[in-house]
């Protein structure tokens, strides 16, 4: 076998070694047999006991590990399995527990890697074992009734259902689960011909889309959904910073601006590497499988599936260089002006319950790796422009104005001979009275007419305003040139804002320390270095003396560095890579 896989048996022994002590044993206890997580209780979801329980049934089995039929780690599982019962909801479900109670996504995670551990049992020859996978197989079959009437919140719900569905027929082929996968299916792929899906997670929900949807292909004998699977591995080559750092500038969920890295996609590219027989893919999931430090979800855990999956080795598969120098604009083609245009004829006043339309799916993304250099540009975002050079992470610029007020996201980006161009025309006016046939009779009864009972949507518009900004990225010999510049309004506030990693240190001349990690750059130059790799930021300009503007925010754990300026006005900086 090869380096990669030694190293997951030994992360995977190790992480045995470390949560067999977590399990809970007091038979007094509802949560008898589950092992506690970081919220200090045992939870029956994916990231919980069920994600442990995959890698016991990975050591137990497994003729490498030091806990190869392990008699103290089999009655572990066996009281894991036992606990699973226990905290199955009588409709089949289990609860996620942060959220999301009675969960029918969650279940499906759930039952993603569970189906996986009681087939890799299966395969054994072993009496021991028999109880545990008995029990698996019980509530398994316990979770089927959910899995064929639940519904989801987000996009990748419905594949991860799907995936569910289809690992559940492998095991008790009831046509029911083919017939309500085929329902989820009916809705079409949400993915652009680049291969971005919906919610833009590069850090996390894009290899769980692309996994669950391997198994429903696989299952369920339909190739086409692999096409999508792929896409997504091919964007994914360009998506990485030189560190392995995923781009998370732009995502539509919980991995926006924080740190990911490729070790959840080390199985998926695996399986597809073995699958198309595609070196690229090849060399992806090892370069994945490098990252890998800790157990991952229940559904996507990369020991049991190679354990499972025996024709995934691709030892004898050449591997091809991984690109280290490019230029590209994902999703340039992408229709997403006609569709935002279609969307107001569907009828949904962008109103859906517990989730969220996404409409920035599908808009363009540059970019630009010279090695250790990474750079990205965006519209549609909260940043829109972010910098890696070596160790130094220049996180995001964005720019915000007391007009709408707050964060700008451009609307659009283009590019021009060596330039990228971005903009957007805001608009902002003031509601007039509402007309008299419109008017409910809610006026009229005792207690007056309550705001929120009146129908605003036919308020006429009056004094619309609108304010148009632009800013030109340009690359230079070892530097980058930002220009921002407004219409002629007057009088608009706007801070730019550089936002930096905390591990590097600040300095220059006319840099004031705002406390908290913030700073103003009121004139002149400053430098962010971090172990002996820098940039430096120029120039700064202090024409207002607000330290935030309305409506934007600073999360911690990063460094702020102000520009504040006041409209019209057309103000340049440069980026140095030192």
């Not at 549609?380 to 050079?389: I, N, V």
């Not at 007039?432 to 009146?454: F, K, M, Q, V």
């Not at 320390?513 to 002149?524: Q, R």
Request: hydrophobic share 40%; net charge negative.
């Amino acid at each position: 076998m090869d380096a990669i896989y030694h190293h997951l048996v030994k992360i995977n022994d190790d992480y045995t070694t470390s949560t067999l002590p977590l399990q809970i044993l007091d038979p007094s206890s509802k949560y008898d047999g589950g092992i506690r997580d970081e919220t200090g209780i045992a939870r029956a979801s994916h990231m919980s006991s069920p994600s442990i329980m995959a890698c016991w049934v990975s050591a137990l089995v497994n003729e490498d590990s030091r806990y190869y039929h392990d008699e103290t780690l089999l009655a572990a599982l066996d009281k894991a399995a036992q606990f699973m019962l226990n905290r199955q909801h009588p409709d089949g479900t289990v609860s996620l527990g942060s959220t999301n109670y009675n969960s029918p996504p969650d279940t499906g995670f759930v039952v993603g890697g569970v189906t996986q551990m009681y087939q890799l049992l299966e395969q054994q020859n072993w009496a021991a074992v028999e109880p545990a996978q008995a029990k698996l197989k019980l509530f398994l079959e316990r979770t089927i009734p959910a899995m064929l009437t639940g519904g989801c919140h987000t996009p990748n719900h419905r594949w991860v259902i799907t995936a569910a569905l289809a690992l559940l027929f492998d095991i008790f082929p009831m046509p029911q689960l083919v017939a309500r996968a085929n329902e989820w299916l009916a809705e079409g792929m949400d993915i652009t011909e680049d291969g971005e899906w919906t919610e833009r997670s590069n850090g996390i929900y894009n290899a769980v889309s692309d996994i669950a949807l391997y198994h429903t292909a696989r299952l369920f004998n339909r190739p086409e959904l692999l096409e999508g699977v792929r896409r997504n591995l091919n964007m994914m080559m360009y998506l990485v910073h030189p560190s392995g750092e995923v781009v998370t500038d732009y995502s539509g969920r919980q991995d926006f601006g924080q740190t990911y890295d490729m070790a959840t996609y080390f199985l998926i590219y695996r399986l597809m590497a073995a699958h198309d027989r595609n070196p690229l893919f090849a060399a992806m999931s090892d370069y994945a499988g490098t990252f890998i430090r800790k157990a991952e979800g229940v559904n996507n855990n990369a020991l049991l599936g190679l354990l499972l999956y025996l024709d995934t080795a691709i030892r004898d598969l050449e591997r091809a260089e991984l690109p280290e120098q490019y230029t590209l604009m994902i999703n340039e083609k992408h229709p997403i002006d006609e569709h935002l245009q279609r969307m107001e004829r569907v009828g949904h006043q962008m109103k859906i319950q517990h989730s969220s339309m996404h409409v920035a799916f599908g808009a363009p993304i540059v970019r630009i790796r010279d090695h250790d250099v990474s750079v990205t540009m965006m519209p549609l975002a909260p940043s829109f422009f972010s910098l890696r050079h070596g160790k130094v992470r220049l996180l995001g610029i964005k720019l915000s104005t007391s007009f709408s007020p707050g964060i700008i996201k451009f609307d659009r980006l283009t590019a021009e001979a060596g330039s990228y161009k971005l903009s957007t025309i805001m608009e902002k006016g003031y509601n007039g009275p509402i007309p008299r046939e419109h008017l409910p009779d809610t006026r009229n009864e005792a207690g007056g007419s309550p705001w929120y009972l009146l129908p605003h949507q036919h308020r006429p518009m009056t004094h619309l305003q609108t304010h148009e900004i632009q800013a030109e990225m340009t690359a230079g010999e070892s530097e980058w040139q930002i220009r921002i510049h407004s219409d002629a309004r007057e009088d608009v506030f706007t801070q730019l804002t550089f936002i930096l990693g905390d591990e590097g240190q600040v300095s220059g001349a006319d840099l004031e320390d705002a406390g908290e990690g913030k700073y103003f750059l009121k004139s002149g130059a400053m430098k962010y270095e971090v172990e002996g790799e820098a940039i430096e930021i120029s120039s700064g300009a202090y024409e207002h003396l607000l330290p935030v503007l309305r409506e934007d925010q600073h999360p911690a754990g990063c460094q702020y560095v102000h520009v504040n300026l006041v409209t019209p006005f057309d103000y340049t900086c440069k980026i140095r890579l030192l």
